[in-house]
């Protein structure tokens, strides 16, 4: 129902609003639109755009979802409330703006006399821009290098960036909910498989495949060595679990603080970029998973509870916080503070144990900004869909925009080997709430260590689930790809389409498997069925095709061998540099690369497509589908 004024009104069900007769305005007044800005820069398409909140820039809202009646309201707190003691605020024109210390001022943090700042978080306190922010900036062309400044000075962006990382090949990259979504891509030797060289091959995988950051997971092998390699290697950040090293050729009952310390100092040394340090699991919290259905599964989270109860003492990790700050600030190491009680089943999320951690590493991430350093906080784990809002929301208040880096999270159980597609589902949603960071899981997840195909195929579904979040958030321009695809679809440009794909080679395999041929339909539906090319007839739509795209003749490439055909069936498992031949031999004799192909049906005659067709692929549906749609031989579709 429409009002007078030409608004919706609000109160009425929008199934009863008349869409039909309904002006431009009021179309829009009826769609559930809270001002955040259309994904494609050139607004194409018909789309209203992003239905998430309007862009909060320096607020608790960075693009955010709406909030579900019910959800916990942001934290009224930034790290600005959480300086180290003896420091205090100034007005300065070129200070920080996105703080919560008065709307329209510019401060910047005053320190005692003669401290020098070391940590990204410092450096923005001080109202101070790094080389990292610069880069940062050229990455996320939507945010300006002070408006990066700002979010990590108010602790809702981090850039893990050890300074010794800096002087290898690390290229700085930023988390928090302003940025684009990011994933992780675990690693690691275990004591049953894989080494050195191996992980640092996985570790060119990972980047490869689109890994922003990746974890060194190992817990077999020479850590040490394979840490050093993978951190000479790295352009991402690199986060370990130190932990694992600690209790190496040790017991666990004889951790204790001296070996804490030094495995924190000599890792930091070496440039790791983040540590998780599972401290927000106390003595107290242990109680709390007798009635779990799977108790501990953090690998962190168990040893620590197993220490607590063979020495009767609290968790050393918080005793020791303090200290443990000073060494991360040194090198500028950023938390991921883990958690430790995350559920391993849908039976257990949400439970008391994991919110009674939350609680903890919330305090532990006021006394990280306090001694200056960059704080990220992992989540969960198995959470059922409804509950991933809450829990991304629960996060934001308790640890005051602190970015969130979440495992998944699973959606269900029962699909092991297909993990990485019930986490992704997870992970959509984290980030739509949410989350800055998404942790990948490979279908491996649960049944053994990712080999290269695992990590592909883990990193492709979470470059989904992150770029699926960014577009709904309405981060500017994050749709542009996928509106440069659409209209290569459309003009079923099939080299543009290629090009444009996140993974050209596969998508090439996929499409030539049935049509070694470049035509103006595919596979799918056959030349008469293609609604693609039938909507081309109707109307001149806008093309992505290349002005010179100049073809006078139909050809057919070499057909694909017997073998390739074997290889291809088998995709689902396929190695990925049988797909790179496989694509590659085509585009070969498609004349690829800057030659463009040489065939297209656009300028072949019906009846050519149609031998064609049948000759590739048998005639299987009727191929003249005029009677069908009751369209006489000579009428005009348009
Ligand atoms: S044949 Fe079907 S799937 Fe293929 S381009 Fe046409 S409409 Fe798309």
């Not at 910047?108 to 450096?123: H, I, K, S």
């Not at 073998?563 to 085509?586: M, N």
Request: charged residues 25%; negative net charge.
């Amino acid at each position: 129902m429409i009002k007078q004024d030409g608004k919706a009104d609000r109160g009425q069900d929008p199934a009863d609003i008349d869409f039909v007769s309904a002006s431009d305005q009021s179309f829009l007044d009826a769609l559930p639109l809270h001002g955040a800005a259309n994904p494609s820069t050139d607004r194409q398409g018909t789309s209203p755009g992003s239905f998430s909140m309007a862009a909060d820039i320096g607020g608790p809202r960075m693009f955010s979802s709406p909030d579900t009646p019910g959800m916990p309201a942001p934290s009224e707190l930034t790290a600005w409330d959480f300086l180290p003691g003896g420091w205090s605020i100034e007005d300065h024109p070129d200070g920080c703006v996105g703080h919560n210390q008065g709307a329209g001022r510019a401060i910047r943090a005053v320190p005692p006399r003669g401290f020098e700042p070391v940590t990204q978080l410092e450096f923005a306190r001080l109202g101070l821009i790094t080389d990292a922010m610069r880069r940062v900036a050229e990455r996320e062309p939507h945010l300006t290098v002070e408006q990066i400044r700002d979010e990590i000075a108010a602790g809702r962006l981090i850039i893990p960036a050890n300074i010794r990382h800096l002087e290898y090949e690390l290229d700085p990259m930023a988390i928090g909910r302003a940025s684009k979504t990011k994933i992780n891509a675990n690693m690691g030797a275990s004591p049953v498989s894989s080494g050195t060289d191996e992980e640092v091959e996985k570790l060119r995988w990972a980047e490869r495949w689109g890994a922003d950051t990746v974890m060194d997971l190992s817990t077999g092998g020479d850590l040490d060595q394979c840490r050093e390699a993978i951190l000479r290697h790295s352009r991402v950040p690199i986060g370990t679990v130190p932990i694992y090293s600690m209790i190496i050729g040790r017991k666990l009952e004889d951790l204790d603080a001296e070996v804490i310390l030094e495995t924190l100092k000599h890792q930091a040394k070496q440039g790791v970029d983040y540590f998780t340090i599972h401290a927000g699991l106390l003595r107290s919290h242990i109680p709390y998973v007798k009635d779990r259905l799977i108790g501990i599964v953090s690998r962190g989270g168990s040893l620590l509870a197993k220490w607590m109860l063979t020495h009767g003492q609290e968790n050393p990790m918080y005793d020791l916080w303090d200290e443990i700050c000073e060494i991360m600030r040194e090198y500028d190491v950023s938390f991921s503070i883990g958690d430790g009680l995350r559920p391993g089943g849908l039976a257990d999320a949400t439970d008391r144990a994991q919110l009674a951690e939350l609680e903890v590493i919330g305090e532990l991430t006021e006394r990280a900004w306090q001694h200056g350093v960059q704080v990220m906080v992992e989540g969960p784990g198995h959470v059922s869909f409804d509950q991933i809002e809450y829990n991304m929301k629960l996060q934001r208040r308790k640890c005051h925009g602190a970015p969130f880096y979440v495992l998944g999270p699973l959606v269900t159980d029962i699909f092991p080997g297909y993990d990485h597609i019930t986490s992704c589902i997870g992970a959509t949603s984290a980030g739509w709430h949410g989350a800055s960071m998404l942790c990948y899981v490979t279908p491996k997840e649960h049944l053994g260590l990712p080999k290269r195909d695992d990590v592909k195929q883990g990193c492709i579904a979470y470059k989904i689930a992150a770029h699926a979040s960014d577009v709904a958030l309405g981060i500017p321009g994050s749709r542009d790809r996928d509106d440069e695809l659409t209209k290569a679809r459309a003009a079923l440009n099939w080299e543009r389409h290629f090009e444009l794909s996140f993974d050209p080679d596969t998508a090439r395999a996929l499409h030539d498997e049935d049509l070694d041929v470049d035509t103006n339909f595919c596979a799918m539906c056959g030349h008469d069925w293609c609604s693609v090319r039938i909507s081309r007839e109707i109307q001149e739509i806008a093309s992505g095709k290349d002005a010179d795209y100049a073809w006078d003749k139909s050809k057919v490439s070499d057909a694909l061998t017997e073998e390739q055909k074997a290889i291809l069936e088998q995709r689902g498992v396929l190695d990925p540099e049988e797909i790179h031949r496989l694509a590659s031999k085509t585009k070969r004799s498609m004349k690829g690369g800057k030659a463009q192909a040489s065939c297209h049906s656009d300028t072949t005659s019906s009846s050519d497509a149609q031998a064609m067709q049948d000759k590739e692929m048998g005639t299987f549906v009727e191929l003249n589908t005029a009677p069908a749609h009751n369209i006489s031989k000579h009428d005009s579709i348009i």
